[in-house]
Each structure stands twice: as C-alpha cells, then as structure tokens.
DNA sequence: GCGACAG
DNA sequence: ATCTTGTCGC
C-alpha cells in the first residue's frame, strides 16, 4: 500500500508536470499518508549491520535540459571499505522545493539502487528525516520504498517553524544538542569532528536517534566532517558529472 | 514587496 | 545543488 502511494512519484515525474496546485495536493497527500507508517526504533541488532549504503547526487545543465547524477556507494561497517557501487544519471525534471527534496531525488535513488547487487542494511541520505515539517524528509520517504532501515544527515538546519532554532553543541568531537520543537525531539545538532560547522542527524525510518547518531559517528573520518558514506558518495556525483559532461 | 529556503 | 580565488592553518 504504501509501495503503491509512492509510486505516485513517478507519475508526476514522468509527467513533467512541476508545481501547479494539484501537484502540490498530491505531495502533500503522499506525505501525510506515509508519515503514519515511521517506526523510529530499530529493527535490528546493531552487531547485524554489514552493508551501509551513502547516498548524494549532483547536477548540471546544458542548452537542452538539467541533468542529475545518483551515485551510491556501499561500504562495509568495520573495515569502511567500498564494497560496491552504483549510479544512475538522467534528466531532471522536478525542481527542487524545500521540504520536497525527495520528490525531486528520489527517482533517482531508486533507480541507482536497483543496479546494487548487494543488500545494504541501512541507508544514509544527504538530507533530513525525520527533522520535518511533517517528519517525512528524504531519508524517511526513501524507506518506504528501499524498505530498510535509513538515516537523514543535513549539512544545513531546516527550521521547521517559528522558534526552532537549535540549541548549538559544544565544540567538541561528538557533542549533540536534541532538536526539541513542542516538547517532541526531532532530531540532533552534532558535532562530528572539533572546530567544524555541526551536522543535523534525524531517524529517516525503523531506528533511534541514538543509535542514528551513533552510526553517524562511526563512520566520521578525518577527512570530512560528514560520514564517509555519504562523503564517498558526494565525490563520486562529482567525478560521474565530469565524465557525463564529455 | 520581503524574507526564507534540506539539496 | 552550482558558479568560483584566494587564503588561513595544520
């Protein structure tokens, strides 16, 4: 059933159609329908985790039309090693909407992930999940449909309404502050490495914060201040982007 | 008209 | 997201 709603997607990404009144309608409904279904505990052992999948995507244009990149790149828990990965490339239709990301990405991922050969257990978006107005961000709209667990990463924070500024964590390598909008914690403001801006981390689907934020961390390197799942996964859009452009 | 605005 | 040089710091 909800497979069905979100095929919805395609439709309106097919068609092309962008924005009027009715597209809008049918977005909102989509949302507000799947939003019912977000479990945010986990449905799994942490100790079971082996494929973790990053998840980015990139843009260019030329004189014809805007085209998008989805690469995503499956690493392996312990060892962070890519284990595999896979990428679709296509023009873009949908523009980009804040709070409407995933409607304009989601193709995209999907159609990347259908190339994986491997399962991964658990996803990670450039993006929010559950820190939205309607708890419905890319994370948490990507697993209704990849039907695993996923984990939204922001670089920027999203208010959500009046008087939701976050409360900014101490400079220091794993601090967090919860982001509280009317006594419901929606997500956290963490700081993954010292002296870096903090990222924003929220469940998308089927785990807790906690243990969102802790895989999050698990995955911080030197390099960046993002996970390197959804680090790899930024380089490769970049490197698939110079390759398209020839 | 003005400000806000994940990617 | 993307357009882009230099520059500060380890």
Redesign the pocket.
């Known amino acids: 059933m909800v497979f069905i709603l979100s095929l919805q997607i395609y439709y309106m990404w097919k068609g092309g159609k962008l924005l009027d009144k009715k597209c809008e309608e049918k977005w909102d409904y989509i949302q507000n329908t799947l939003k019912a279904k977000i479990h945010l505990e986990n449905t799994f052992q942490l100790d079971e985790i082996r494929l973790v999948a990053g998840v ?5 244009s030329d004189q014809k039309a805007n085209y998008g990149v989805c690469c995503i790149q499956v690493l392996d828990y312990t060892s962070k090693k890519v284990i595999e990965q896979a990428e679709y490339a296509g023009e873009v239709e949908v523009p ?1 909407i ?5 409607f304009r990405e989601l193709p995209f991922i999907l159609k990347a992930a259908e190339k994986l050969k491997t399962s991964p257990d658990l996803y990670m978006f ?3 999940g559950y820190l ?1 107005s309607r708890h ?4 948490t709209q990507a697993s209704f449909d990849l039907g695993k667990p996923t984990i ?1 990463i ?6 959500i309404g009046n008087n939701t500024d976050f409360t900014m964590p101490e400079n220091k390598a794993g601090a967090y502050t919860d982001i509280v909008i009317d006594g419901e914690v929606y997500g956290r403001a963490l700081r993954t490495r010292t002296d870096v801006k903090p990222v924003f981390v929220s469940g998308g689907n089927w785990i807790d914060l906690h243990t969102a934020v802790k895989i999050t961390m698990h995955f911080v390197e030197k390099e960046s201040r993002l996970p390197v799942t959804t680090r790899y996964a930024d380089l490769a ?2 490197e698939a ?1 110079r390759r398209y452009q020839k």
């Open positions: 980015d995507l990139a843009y260019w980009y804040s709070g409407y990301l995933a450039d993006g929010n939205h419905m961000g890319i994370a939204g922001a670089k920027t924070y999203l208010k859009t970049h982007r």
